[in-house]
């Protein structure tokens, strides 16, 4: 009898070319976690996922769903995948979901972290899951800019793709500034995300934080739907899925 399942998985995404299956590389979560199932259940499996994660992004909380043809129990089948996963994957609770659960469409919202290093002093043992980022910030500013971007808007020109063929309309709910020593992290929570969004949308901020633009200047950025009036891209390695609701 064919059953349906829901996988939630942390991964460190340095490695690997983003979640999503590639026909050029097998080096991408999606495609690691697909043949390893199709190997231990002996039939193939395709999973969906939450949301895709680019290259180098890494995830705390992801969760992914899928059907297969089993016997096994859930404990066994994720013993199985904590044993066969390599160190950087890693498979944190799997349980047997309703028949009509998919893990993209039924999510209602997802946060992600970026986490800034706000000094000139190298910090060498989290180099891989931060964006150096010496110039002093004025958070007060960055958090007045902030408030300018949440809610229900069309965030085209918070977007790597030029000609969206979807709505690029989003509902952000929380942007949240935190400091702690010498480490800056955002915190987004929306319904959705566009493609490097979070990344353009934390490059912007810290344009606003480091006197380049002014907080005024995002509003406009967001009314003229154009990349080009947003700020830059935010490296990758800082960038982590953090959780997802459903």
């Not at 499996?45 to 705390?60: I, N, P, Y």
Request: hydrophobic share 35%.
């Amino acid at each position: 009898m064919t059953r349906n399942f829901r996988l939630a998985l942390c991964y460190e995404g340095t490695r690997y070319r983003g979640w999503q299956r590639q026909g050029n590389t097998d080096n991408t979560i999606q495609a690691r976690l697909e043949a390893l199932l199709t190997r231990l259940l002996d039939q193939p499996v395709e999973l969906a996922a939450s949301g895709r994660t680019d290259a180098g992004v890494h995830a705390r909380r992801q969760v992914c769903s899928f059907r297969a043809d089993t016997d096994w129990g859930t404990d066994f089948m994720l013993t199985k995948l904590r044993q066969h996963l390599p160190e950087d994957i890693g498979a944190v609770s799997l349980e047997e979901a309703a028949p009509r659960f998919h893990a993209r469409l039924n999510c209602r919202e997802k946060t992600y972290l970026y986490r800034v290093w706000n000094s000139e002093t190298p910090n060498v043992f989290e180099r891989r899951f931060l964006c150096p980022y010496p110039a002093p910030l004025d958070l007060d500013e960055m958090r007045r800019a902030a408030k300018q971007l949440l809610g229900e808007h069309d965030f085209s020109a918070f977007c790597s793709v030029k000609h969206m063929k979807k709505s690029a309309v989003r509902t952000l709910t929380r942007i949240e500034l935190q400091r702690e020593g010498n480490e800056l992290r955002l915190f987004f929570t929306g319904d959705g995300f566009l493609y490097n969004m979070v990344r353009i949308l934390t490059g912007t901020l810290l344009e606003v934080g480091s006197g380049q633009r002014s907080a005024e200047s995002v509003r406009e950025a967001l009314k003229s739907l154009d990349r080009e009036q947003a700020g830059f891209t935010a490296p990758a390695r800082g960038l982590t899925l953090w959780d997802v609701r459903y």
